[in-house]
């Protein structure tokens, strides 16, 4: 019984990983990171403020990889801070998919 609590929790972590997804967990972090940190800049429900607007229709413009970098490299002579220390490329990737997958609001922050 232990056994095969034990076997089933390393199957949903490895399937976690080839998920290539951060644990749910992490994904709360995240998201709440994003309301918080991300949000003081380009606005609590992320439609721009000191930074541009993070609305999908506005990403969109901007290639997936460049805005990885940004986040996790900042803009330099710009607000945009680096992010690296706190977040992994992994975790960021995750992040800018799921702001690219809300058309309108992202329901990343509600
Ligand atoms: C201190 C203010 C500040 C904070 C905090 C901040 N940003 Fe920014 N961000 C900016 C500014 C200003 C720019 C515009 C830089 C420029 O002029 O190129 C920017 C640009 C960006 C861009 C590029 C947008 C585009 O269309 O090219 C992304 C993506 C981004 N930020 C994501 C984030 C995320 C995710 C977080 C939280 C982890 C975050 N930012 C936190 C100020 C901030």
Redesign the pocket.
């Known amino acids: 019984m232990i056994r095969s609590l034990w076997l089933s929790l390393c199957l949903l972590g490895v399937a976690q990983v080839f998920a290539n997804e951060p644990s749910s967990q992490r994904q709360a972090e995240l998201k709440n990171?994003?309301k918080h940190?991300?949000g003081?800049?380009?606005g609590l429900t992320l439609k721009g403020g000191?930074?541009?607007p993070?609305l999908a229709a506005?990403?969109k413009k901007?290639p997936d990889d460049y805005?990885i970098l940004?986040?996790q490299n900042g803009?330099k002579g710009?607000?945009?801070?680096p992010?690296k220390p706190f977040i992994t490329e992994q975790e960021t990737r995750w992040?800018v998919q799921n702001l690219l997958k809300n058309p309108v609001e992202p329901t990343l922050v509600r």
Do not use: E, F, N
């Open positions: 990171m994003l940190d991300c003081s800049c380009h000191l930074g541009p993070l506005d990403l901007t805005l940004t986040i803009r710009t607000a945009m801070p992010w992040l």
